[in-house]
């Protein structure tokens, strides 16, 4: 096969190493830094032109955490933890890009990444036993191991509106919000899509904006975020509970929520009076835990009517006109697509300058060059905003072209939906690891605690492949198949699957409807390391 560098022309210079990492979000940083520590070549490449990842795009106004910082931070390294403050218990998008930044100059890692790169191919070339990697910087890369620490909500959905590209103030994306401020102050914005992004930024754009029309095509469920400034006694407090926080994290289903662990408590097993007790306590305090309030709000369909009763009567309490309330009270199940996290976002709409457009029934017919039409309806607008989503776990893996053994394409090994062993390796692709791919628990889970332990997997696989002299390591299709099996089994248990969320790519016009992470981080920590004690189980090594 031709190597794939090559096909990219302007060749000017080679580069040969151990480890090609892709991305320098929260896991090609910490891959990198791991992997050199661990004596290993390595570099990364991205396309942005700084690190950060998800928290380099998406500047969005609003943009932030909703795992609280002290959570959804690294841990690895005690000095760092000590020496980094966060002021808010939920960050912010700046403070969080800057404290990767701090990372990176922290950890030196900008000498080994080459940013403003993408890479469009990878090429397994067995005779090598190499990968070759076709970049769009003209450098003929090789490496033995590729790390694709792409990020699993990178890859962004713009709505498929007629006309879209006529409009003449600005269309634009969270997920790829301009660098540059964007004034809002005096413009007549819309808002398209009510998930998380949509959510935190529709209660700052409408403070900002002259007039905010959001389109909601299906209501969202979200509680209050609860987000406040850390004081310095508090901050010193936390710092020093350090190692027990990251302890009872780690033994929580999704990985987070130290402080706050899900009751194991059925919902039905009390009277009425104690449960709107518990979830008025949640309510005012809980973020995302909220859904902890009982153990079986997941799992079982009575309890998670309780909860979402419960949250439709608060929309009912706190927005005036009954018919926007009525029309912001979703009629699903709650947490079946991803809960969100909110500052102010129902008390939005009680303001004379935001209206709700309803485009479930009727929806947005076109785009002109002034605004939207939804029905009869012209809506005139200076700028729109796109809160549409992500071509969530698979979307930044399929915009790479993947040959993997035989030139067989990752595109075409994942027709029917992405099959992997762990969430880490692929059948037929050989040296190559996924960083929370699909099968690992991923978007279910804290991502950084996620992250830190699938790096540190990979890591030591690697140093074990070096030690007993193994060149080769790759999923034996045997164990992918009854991996990808059980990650269904386990989501079978849960009501998870039982609305068209992007967990299960329904979000996507043709993607196949896969459920797509592993529910639960604890025992999924246990069989990777049982699988690596016993000696790489369920990967062939040569
Ligand atoms: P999302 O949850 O997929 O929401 C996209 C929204 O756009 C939905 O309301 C969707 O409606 C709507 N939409 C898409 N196409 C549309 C169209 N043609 N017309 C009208 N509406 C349309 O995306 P997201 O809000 O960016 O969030 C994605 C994930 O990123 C979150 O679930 C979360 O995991 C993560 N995230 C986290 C944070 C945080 O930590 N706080 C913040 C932002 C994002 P339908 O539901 O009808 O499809």
């Given at each position: 096969m031709r190597p794939a560098a090559a096909e990219e022309g302007n060749v000017t210079e080679r580069d040969d190493v151990d480890v090609l990492i892709v991305g320098a979000g929260f896991a090609g940083l910490y891959m990198l830094h791991r992997a050199r520590s661990a004596g290993f070549r390595a570099v990364v490449l991205e396309t942005?032109?700084?690190?950060?990842g998800t928290w380099y795009w998406n500047?969005?106004?609003?943009?932030?955490?909703?795992?609280?910082s002290i959570e959804y931070?690294?841990?690895?390294d005690d000095d760092l933890q000590q020496e980094w403050t966060w002021s808010e218990r939920f960050a912010a998008q700046p403070e969080i890009l800057a404290y990767l930044e701090h990372v990176a100059d922290r950890f030196d890692l900008r000498r080994d990444i080459t940013f403003?790169?993408?890479?469009?191919r990878l090429a397994w070339d067995g005779g090598a036993q190499r990968w070759t990697v076709g970049a769009d910087d003209g450098v003929a890369r090789t490496a033995r191991f590729v790390v694709?620490?792409?990020?699993?909500?990178?890859?962004v959905n713009l709505p498929?509106?007629?006309?879209?590209?006529?409009?003449?103030?600005p269309v634009l994306h969270t997920g790829r919000w301009p660098h540059e401020p964007v004034d809002l102050a005096g413009r007549r914005v819309g808002v398209v899509g009510t998930g998380s992004s949509g959510i935190q930024s529709i209660p700052v754009i409408a403070a900002e904006a002259a007039h905010l029309t959001v389109f909601q095509r299906t209501a969202a469920y979200t509680v209050p975020a609860a987000n406040r400034p850390v004081d310095p006694d508090e901050a010193a407090a936390l710092k020093a509970e350090y190692p027990a926080i990251r302890a009872a994290a780690a033994q929580r289903i999704f990985g987070f929520g130290a402080r706050q662990p899900m009751s194991?408590?059925?919902?039905?097993?009390?009277d009425d009076d104690e449960r709107r007790r518990v979830f008025e306590e949640r309510w005012a305090d809980a973020g995302l835990q909220?859904?902890?309030?009982?153990?079986d709000i997941l799992a079982d369909r009575d309890a998670n009517a309780a909860a979402a009763g419960f949250v439709r009567g608060k929309i009912a309490a706190i927005v005036e006109d009954p018919e926007v309330a009525a029309r912001l009270m979703p009629d699903t199940l709650i947490g079946c697509k991803r809960l969100c996290a909110d500052s102010g976002y129902y008390e939005t709409?009680?303001?004379?300058?935001v209206e709700l457009v309803d485009?479930?029934?009727?929806?947005?017919?076109g785009v002109d060059a002034t605004g939207v039409q939804v029905g009869e309806r012209h809506i005139d607008l200076d700028v729109l905003v796109c809160a549409t989503g992500f071509d969530a776990m698979t979307g930044a893996l399929s915009k790479i072209a993947v040959a993997g053994?035989?030139?067989?394409?990752l595109a075409d090994a994942w027709s029917a939906g992405p099959g992997t062993y762990l969430g880490l390796g692929v059948a037929g692709f050989p040296n190559l690891f996924l960083v929370n791919?699909?099968?690992?628990?991923s978007v279910l889970s804290n991502m950084v605690v996620s992250i830190e332990h699938h790096v540190g997997w990979i890591t030591e696989c690697l140093e074990h492949l070096r030690t007993t002299g193994r060149a080769t390591i790759e999923a034996e299709p045997g164990a992918q198949a009854a991996w990808v099996e059980y990650v269904g089994a386990v989501a079978s248990f849960?009501?998870?699957?039982s609305c068209n969320s992007w967990y299960l790519?329904?979000?996507?016009?043709?993607?196949?409807?896969v459920f797509l992470p592993l529910v639960g981080f604890p025992p999924y920590v246990e069989q990777c390391t049982d699988v690596a004690a016993d000696g790489y189980r369920g990967f062939v090594t040569a």
């Open positions: 942005g032109d700084g690190v950060g500047r969005y106004p609003g943009a932030r955490c909703d795992v609280e931070s690294y841990q690895f403003g790169t993408r890479v469009g694709l620490a792409t990020g699993s909500l990178s890859s498929d509106l007629p006309g879209l590209d006529t409009f003449a103030g194991e408590v059925p919902a039905l097993s009390v909220f859904l902890g309030a009982f153990a709409f009680n303001r004379d300058d485009v479930s029934a009727v929806p947005i017919s053994r035989d030139g067989r394409t791919g699909p099968g690992s628990p849960t009501l998870f699957p790519g329904a979000n996507v016009p043709g993607k196949p409807r």
